[in-house]
């Protein structure tokens, strides 16, 4: 089996995980001294967010300097100590590679801005614009940027615009030019050399654009040109290109692609193995669950989702991604999303049990898991002011919202709120004390209220906590290899409220049974009573297994065969 199968990744965004040096912002140093409570959870891999230096536009994913660390999170010296540290303690480092924009800071974007005639001019893509009917200057076509409004920036020096698909200082490359290629290689290069295990590619499949730039759906407004970035034919070509010139030469290296909207067909052709090309892919189709095409802040299917839904969109990525020979990142929450208990499950009076319902189907999936800090205790969404938001998707989304989808600003207001990025972006809840622990002085953004009964420490020290359930549920997904690479096949797959899956390996066999409601239910598992079954791990408590089990409010349980009675009775 494959070593990326057995990983058990924990992302951490460092900006908000711990601060060693009471400036108020996460840093280097605190990683290394949570190291330990990372190992004893049970995870062997750490994906670290981008730490590199970046003007904090988009907050690590504009960068700078891909050879430098962010001052405000240490030195290379720290990090080395850290890589070292980590390793010590028989763990991995996964790092972000953000291949498709460079920051405008970055000295390439600066050489090609200083100079038209410069060599990295065609690092980007500059365009001439057009002019509109009274003879003013326009973008060179209707792109939408990712985070609204045109994705164009004027280049005041010359008559011409730059393409930057997320915040107007995120400069997208140009991946046509083999300059640009290698240029990232030799990043890549520089971390694996350094010993980093691989990396979390971000918006892979959307670095190639279509030639010539045609305009975004019926190409009068504004609109987001999927079908001219997503997975076109030379994404695929170059990350080919990436396998074979960087990535074959590092045995064990481990890749997991980001992208944007990515189609299960695509998923499957980046990561099937003969393809050569990535370890696995996150797809975001259960994140974006009752929202409009336009992704998270499209308001106008109002949130509604029902559990039928969720399963549906699990078993259906589940199933053909298996068929078609690929392999999935599985995630409830990254540092882009909403927190898992308030999105997927509750985040009142069921908040711990939900939270581990959803832990246990993550861990359960095909699939390598990803937990994101603060998960293991059950982090939720947090109150902010709007004067608190600090997310530029945020900020300008909610003016969009007002200016293109006419919403009043209350209504806008309240589908930022719902969504915002920086629910994720709260500090980690160490402990009761002021700040969370999270640092001495007052954090660059706000800390959620309720840290003084949802943190670590007093996490730590109740029976049935939610941590101590994390360390069960990874622990049994170590020891088995049918949750590592086995079969799923759904079980009762009609039923509104329960998913329920079986994961087979050779001779071993499990059979997860999870309550995704608020209420109790009853499902019939008729159809797996050839076996004995017996239970494993139960979020309540341990339960025999009846072919019409009753469940709890988002109960959710583990069987494991013990024997096949259609064998016996033969
Ligand atoms: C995806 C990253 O996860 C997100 O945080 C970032 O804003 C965009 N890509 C652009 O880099
Ligand atoms: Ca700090």
Not at 107 to 134: C, E, H, M
Not at 226 to 241: D, G, N
Not at 403 to 416: N, R, S, T, Y
Not at 431 to 460: C, H, M, Q, R
């Amino acid at each position: 089996m494959e070593q990326f199968k057995k990983r058990i990744v924990y992302q951490i965004w460092p900006r908000s995980f711990k601060d060693s040096n009471e400036d108020g912002i996460g840093d280097l140093r605190g990683i290394l001294s949570k190291l330990d409570y990372i190992r004893d959870l049970g995870a062997d891999t750490i994906w670290l967010s981008p730490i590199y230096a970046t003007g904090n536009k988009d907050f690590g994913y504009d960068i700078d300097d891909y050879y430098r660390i962010n001052p405000e999170y240490g030195t290379m010296e720290d990090f080395d100590d850290l890589l070292m540290e980590v390793k010590k303690r028989g763990m991995e480092l996964v790092m972000d590679l953000v291949a498709n924009h460079t920051s405008d800071q970055h000295v390439w974007f600066q050489k090609a801005l200083k100079d038209r005639n410069s060599p990295y001019r065609d690092y980007y893509i500059f365009r001439k614009g057009r002019t509109g009917k009274k003879g003013e200057s326009l973008p060179p076509n209707n792109w939408l940027s990712a985070f609204g409004g045109s994705a164009w920036q004027k280049d005041e020096n010359s008559d011409e615009y730059y393409l930057t698909m997320f915040t107007p200082n995120q400069c997208d490359l140009n991946w046509e030019n083999p300059k640009v290629r290698e240029g990232i290689h030799d990043i890549m290069r520089f971390w694996l050399d350094k010993g980093v295990l691989g990396f979390r590619m971000d918006v892979i499949n959307t670095i190639a654009k279509r030639e010539g730039l045609p305009p975004a759906g019926k190409g009068k407004k504004l609109d987001f040109p999927f079908e001219h970035i997503v997975s076109l034919p030379k994404s695929h070509e170059y990350i080919r290109e990436m396998h074979e010139k960087v990535l074959s030469n590092y045995p064990h290296v481990f890749t997991v692609g980001e992208g944007m909207v990515t189609s299960m067909e695509d998923l499957i052709r980046y990561t099937d193995p003969d393809e050569k090309k990535l370890n696995m892919m996150f797809q975001f189709d259960l994140h974006l669950i009752g929202c409009g095409p336009l992704g998270k802040f499209d308001f106008r299917k109002g949130y509604l989702w029902s559990v039928k839904e969720m399963k549906e969109i699990i078993f259906n990525w589940q199933l053909q991604v298996q068929e078609g020979g690929g392999w999935l990142g599985n995630f409830m929450s990254n540092h882009d999303q909403p927190r898992q208990v308030s999105r997927f499950g509750d985040d009142g009076p069921f908040r711990r049990k939900s939270a581990k319902a959803l832990a246990l189907l993550n861990m359960t999936l095909r699939g390598t898991p990803f937990l994101y800090q603060g998960e293991e205790i059950g982090m939720t969404n947090c109150p902010f002011e709007k004067e608190e938001w600090k997310d530029f998707e945020a900020i300008n989304d909610y003016k969009v919202l007002q200016e293109m989808m006419h919403l009043p600003k209350f209504a806008a207001e309240k589908v930022i709120q719902k969504m915002t990025r920086d629910h994720a972006r709260t500090p980690v809840q160490w402990s009761g004390k002021e700040y969370a622990g999270f640092s001495a002085v007052e954090p660059w953004i706000k800390v959620n209220p309720n840290y003084t009964y949802i943190n670590v420490e007093d996490e730590l020290k109740k029976e049935n906590s939610l941590i101590r359930f994390y360390k069960e549920i990874i622990s049994l997904r170590r020891q088995s290899s049918a949750l590592q690479d086995g079969y799923i096949i759904p079980v009762n797959r009609e039923h509104p409220h329960v998913i329920s899956y079986k994961r087979i390996y050779n001779e071993e066999s499990l059979l997860m049974v999870i309550n995704l409601s608020g209420r109790n239910t009853e499902i019939s598992l008729e159809e797996v009573m050839t076996s004995d079954w017996a239970c494993e791990l139960g979020t309540y408590e341990m339960r025999s297994f009846e072919p019409i089990l009753s469940l709890h409010p988002y109960e959710a349980l583990v069987f494991r065969k013990i024997k096949s009675l259609d064998k016996i009775s033969k």
